[in-house]
């Protein structure tokens, strides 16, 4: 069973700064690409960055190109995002995607892709 707990989100004032983490547990490939996406109330669920399986490229949302950044610790099995110039448009609810096939071994990976999701973690910026 595989499962994934996100954490680190909050209320943070606009300008400020949040980092999450998302940590892997049961049976998962630890060294898998792996993806962070967000979903507003009333849109949909969008990529925000994701990794790939050797931690060498990432890829993020226009949106949030120079002040997000992802990173992954396999040795821990612990995904992060840390988030800079936070701005209220990304209010949403964070979550970390993980274990694709393990033939896709690059970032930007559509969220069909993954087959285990968090619950993910609410980031309110006001």
């Known amino acids: 069973h595989v499962q994934l707990v996100e954490s680190g989100g909050g209320s943070v004032q606009a300008g400020g700064s949040a980092r999450l983490t998302c940590v892997g547990s049961g049976y998962i490939n630890r060294r898998y690409s792996r993806g962070w996406f967000r979903q507003a109330p009333g849109s949909e669920r969008e990529a925000v960055a994701s990794i790939s399986t050797d931690g060498g490229s990432t890829d993020y949302a226009g949106s949030v190109a120079g002040r997000f950044t992802i990173s992954k610790d396999n040795a821990k099995n612990t995904l992060y995002l840390q988030m800079n110039s936070l701005k209220p448009e990304d209010t949403a609810l964070y979550s970390c995607?993980?274990?694709?096939?393990?033939?896709?071994?690059?970032?930007?990976?559509?969220?069909?892709?993954?087959?285990?999701w968090g619950r993910g973690t609410q980031v309110t910026v006001s």
């Open positions: 995607a993980a274990d694709p096939p393990p033939w896709l071994t690059y970032c930007g990976l559509p969220q069909d892709e993954y087959n285990s």
